[in-house]
């Protein structure tokens, strides 16, 4: 216990019997668990350190439906109106339950093959959203999971991304993001950076403003071609990138001082996060249309604040980065 | 000119024309027209002289695509960051081209009988949402349309509603508000009320949280069942009826003292207002989907601020509005 935030969803002593199993049909889920368990722990800590406040802890639980569609918890950690995080969270969930018809359809148009009437199917994954006071530390969101359909035709499935949503663009901050993004990439394999930070500028894309969320950061869904292991492997490297990406951002503007008007500017990006979210995130709506879903946890990732101006007109500084929302760069070539 | 907020979108005198001459082909879009500019200029005058400041006024024409899919234009008024409203906007829009696949697929699922692969269509209306300051004076929303299909098989409906949104509950206001509604709707037809009311409702629900975005008032679509004259006179009667369900309501709370904890669950309020709009609201998701439309109009309706606190727990005078949210009140019967 000392190791995490809260108790396991799985028991502790289950988990830890399966992940030191490379036999066991639980071993990838069990390490997967135990993994995204010490990531919101180690995360957490550095984060609390620069809060100078502990996170708040929420473990819940749901009791599986009657008719088997859902069960299991998650463990929700924030920090909410602090010093430094505006709302900083860093959510762990363990589900299972029956595939829903609608969840089967949409799996089948991506391709899957799913065999039978019921489906069951095991889902995991730590998501986080830190947005910070200071308008010139960035906005970071990431979130890995793991998705399991056991059985006879077993399936499985990484997904997951890291992105960072600045107020005011600073190229440093970028390439830094970026490069530590890459390496942890480029140690598993070459193509992965430049397919995921594409893959992310396509996803992370506000249609009706005609520019992206943020500066992107890598994305990718559906890894299964290769181990289990090797996948795992990298999904723990893009894990272990969050904090070194990250918080050497948070420590250099953390006493950068700051004017209402960049402020109000932060405000309305809020409201730009709020709007892709809303619309657009598939995560979140997914979650949104999900009976007895636990909206505070999915909803966690909104902004504690926002705002929404009537044709503001942004100057010099804020048209900076709008022009690289409108037109996504490659940081770590530049 | 002295009538209106500004230049009508189709030409003054050609409304006019039209709009004497029953007739017309363009009689009832001609007068509907000349309808909404009047009714926007009432509102837009009787809320600048609360507010003290006049509105800033665009009028905006956008040339007919080049395959004729959308043209036409709008009048959006707006008072944004203001002593009594946040923000409070009255829109006009009057746009015309040929329908979308998607539009066609759409009404069709509706029920309309369509004919042809080009159908060309023109549509207007008013829009307004008005977001006050004070906790205590509620939200307004309200917006009338008149939609037409043009030809051989010439089709056209009205729609059209008003709600309230408060912060807080207060039970006069909400009976005096749907009093003032109802009566508009009995002068025409004593079903009108209740269906309409139900139907608002049903409408305005944010499905994820279980509670209906505010205290409901009328709302309807697809009213063609009655002659183009009289459907366009209870469309009168419903615009004529907003300043008397709301003004008396702004006057009446103007002035009420209010603590930072109230200001607070406003702005809590406000992030579940753009909860409803970005993720259910049919014109606001048809406006996003739109190639080139004008987005500021658009989402003029979203409040100026907002806020999302994870777990908020609401004290017993806002667990009295929450209770009716929960549960529509007949209060015209109460």
């Known amino acids: 216990m000392g190791d ?4 396991p969803i799985t028991g502790y002593s289950e988990l830890k019997e399966h992940a030191s199993n490379p036999e066991s049909e639980r071993y990838i889920p069990s390490c997967m668990e135990m993994y995204i368990m010490s990531l919101q722990k180690s995360l957490c800590d550095e984060l609390a350190t620069i809060e100078g406040k502990e996170f708040t802890v929420d473990r819940w639980i749901r009791p599986t ?3 088997g569609s859902l069960g299991g918890g998650g463990i929700t950690c924030i920090v909410q109106d602090g010093q430094v995080f505006e709302k900083a969270g860093v959510n762990i969930s363990v589900v299972h339950g029956t595939l829903s018809k609608q969840a089967i359809q949409q799996m089948k148009s991506r391709g899957k093959e799913l065999f039978g009437e019921s489906v069951p199917f095991t889902a995991m994954g730590i998501s986080s959203v830190i947005h910070p006071i200071n308008p010139f530390i960035p906005t970071i969101h990431f979130n890995y ?4 359909i056991p059985g006879e035709n077993k399936q499985w499935w990484f997904g997951g991304g890291t992105d960072l949503t600045p107020t005011y663009l600073n190229r440093d901050d970028a390439k830094h993001f970026h490069t530590t993004l890459k390496t942890a990439c480029d140690g598993h394999d070459k193509d992965y950076y430049p397919k995921f930070k594409k893959w992310c500028d396509e996803y992370f894309y506000i249609k009706h403003r005609g520019e992206s969320r943020g500066l992107g950061g890598i994305f990718f869904d559906d890894l299964d071609y290769v181990s289990a292991e090797s996948a795992l492997s990298f999904l ?5 990138s969050v904090a070194p990406a990250y918080i050497p951002l948070v420590k250099q503007h953390i006493n950068e001082p700051y004017s209402d008007e960049e402020v109000q500017w932060r405000q309305l990006r809020r409201g730009r996060y ?3 979210n809303l619309v657009y995130d598939r995560g979140t709506k997914f979650g949104l249309y999900t009976e007895n879903a636990r909206i505070e946890s999915i909803l966690m990732s ?5 705002r ?4 503001n007109k942004p100057g010099p500084r804020e048209n900076e980065l709008l022009e ?3 037109k996504p760069v490659e940081w770590c070539s530049e």
Chains 1, 2 share one sequence.
């Open 4 to 7: 995490y935030m809260a108790e």
């Open 65 to 67: 439906e009657a008719d």
């Open 145 to 148: 999971r793991y998705f399991e």
């Open 236 to 240: 723990k490297s893009c894990g272990n």
């Open 274 to 276: 709020v709007e892709f």
């Open 302 to 306: 909104l902004p504690l604040t926002a």
């Open 308 to 311: 929404w101006e009537y044709m």
């Open 324 to 326: 690289v929302l409108k």
